[in-house]
Each structure stands twice: as structure tokens, then as C-alpha cells.
T-cell receptor, first 113, second 112 residues
Framework: DTGVSQNPRHKITKRGQNVTFRCDPI?????LYWYRQTLGQGPEFLTY????????KSRLLSDRFSAERPKGSFSTLEIQRTEQGDSAMYLC???????????FGPGTRLTVL | QQQVKQSPQSLIVQKGGIPIINCAYE??????FPWYQQFPGKGPALLIA?????SEKKEGRFTISFNKSAKQFSLHIMDSQPGDSATYFC???????????FGKGTTLSVSS
């Protein structure tokens, strides 16, 4: 499968714990995006990378969130001191360039108890 | 303020019918308008996309109609099938940006 992959697919954690998600984009895609989707809503943009550089962050990305793409390949999204309001589906997408289509992964479903 | 408004919220059609989902936007700087299909527990899958220099685009059973002056675009699904039952999202991207701005989605149910 050469699509976008995300791990884990599901994560249940207790409030206050830290969690980390991983995204592997389509090979040779320079751009990688993180979105968050809550129930009954469309995805909302969080941040994106051009290769290893993080070029834009949404105001949704609070100080408790950090994302990295250390070698311009896979990316991680960490949430520190999770809150119940962080419960959502976290989606990763990639595109070849800025003007190309974005392809989404299956998402990581986070539940904060 | 919601930048992309999608309607209806839900839609039920008979097999073979032609569901139509509408989206409206305000920002004239948007220059790319994709539609995504999402099944429960899955990520959104790109269906079809259009740019404002054309008024219609067809791919298989899916057609986008685009009205630049009205700042509206719609998705038509020809000969709908039960397997088309899913949530559909329209989106838009600013010409100088990279983030997709999504509508709230339309849940389509195609009955057999």
C-alpha cells in the first residue's frame, strides 16, 4: 500500500497524559499536513511541513501540541497534558507540491478519558 | 464566520437517483475546490476537484458544477448506488495558501 499511513489507529488515554502519533506520507510527497476532525464536522487544519520545515501553524495548535518532521519523511504529532477537548480524529495528508491534491491517511482516533 | 457553507446536512435518495450537494464560499481568493468522500472510521478520499476557470468537470459518475459569479459549486452523483452512502465534504483552498478549508459535510444515504 503506497498511501498515507498513520499509527496508531486508535488511542485511549487519561487526561493529563502525553500522546504521540505518527504519519508516513506518500513517498516523494514534499508537503505533509495535519488536520483535526471532531464528530459531525469537517477536518480543520492544524499545521503543515514543506520537507522538514514547519511553515504554518493554525491557532488551533495550542502550546500543548508540537509537530516534527525530522528528515522530511515521516512526521509526529505530540499532545502534552491531554484534555478531554482533545478527543478527535487526527488526520494526516500529503501532497507532491503546494498546488497538488492532498491525500489523507486513515486517521488516529484519540479518546481522552 | 464559516468560510465554506455546505448544504444539505443530510440527504436520502433512492438507488439510481441524482443527489446534489451544494457549497458556497465568500472569499474570491479561493482558487481550488475539491470534494472528498469519507466512510465511517476512514480518512477522507479525494473524489474530484475543480478550479474556477471551468464551469463543469466530470469524472465517472461524479460531476462538479461551478458558478464563479455566485460563488457556489455543487457535486452531482449520477446513478447513485448504496455503496455511495457516505459523508461528503466540499473544501476550498486560498490561492496563496495550502490549508484546505472544509464544509461541515453532508451525510448521504442511498437506499436500495
Amino acid at each position: 500500500d503506497t498511501g498515507v499511513s498513520q499509527n496508531p489507529r486508535h488511542k485511549i488515554t487519561k487526561r493529563g497524559q502525553n500522546v504521540t502519533f505518527r504519519c508516513d506520507p506518500i513517498s516523494e510527497h514534499n508537503r505533509l499536513y495535519w488536520y483535526r476532525q471532531t464528530l459531525g464536522q469537517g477536518p480543520e487544519f492544524l499545521t503543515y511541513f514543506q520537507n522538514e520545515a514547519q511553515l504554518e501553524k493554525s491557532r488551533l495548535l495550542s502550546d500543548r501540541f508540537s509537530a516534527e518532521r525530522p528528515k522530511g519523511s515521516f512526521s509526529t504529532l505530540e499532545i502534552q497534558r491531554t484534555e478531554q477537548g482533545d478527543s478527535a480524529m487526527y488526520l494526516c495528508a500529503s501532497s507532491r507540491t503546494a498546488n497538488n491534491e492532498q491525500f489523507f491517511g486513515p486517521g488516529t482516533r484519540l479518546t481522552v478519558l | 464566520q464559516q468560510q465554506v457553507k455546505q448544504s444539505p446536512q443530510s440527504l436520502i435518495v433512492q438507488k439510481g437517483g441524482i443527489p446534489i450537494i451544494n457549497c458556497a464560499y465568500e472569499n474570491t481568493a479561493f482558487d481550488y475546490f475539491p470534494w472528498y468522500q469519507q466512510f465511517p472510521g476512514k480518512g477522507p478520499a479525494l473524489l474530484i476537484a475543480i478550479r474556477p476557470d471551468v464551469s463543469e468537470k466530470k469524472e465517472g459518475r461524479f460531476t462538479i458544477s461551478f458558478n464563479k459569479s455566485a460563488k457556489q459549486f455543487s457535486l452531482h452523483i449520477m446513478d447513485s448506488q448504496p455503496g455511495d452512502s457516505a459523508t461528503y465534504f466540499c473544501a476550498a483552498r486560498h490561492q496563496a495558501g495550502t490549508a484546505l478549508i472544509f464544509g461541515k459535510g453532508t451525510t448521504l444515504s442511498v437506499s436500495s
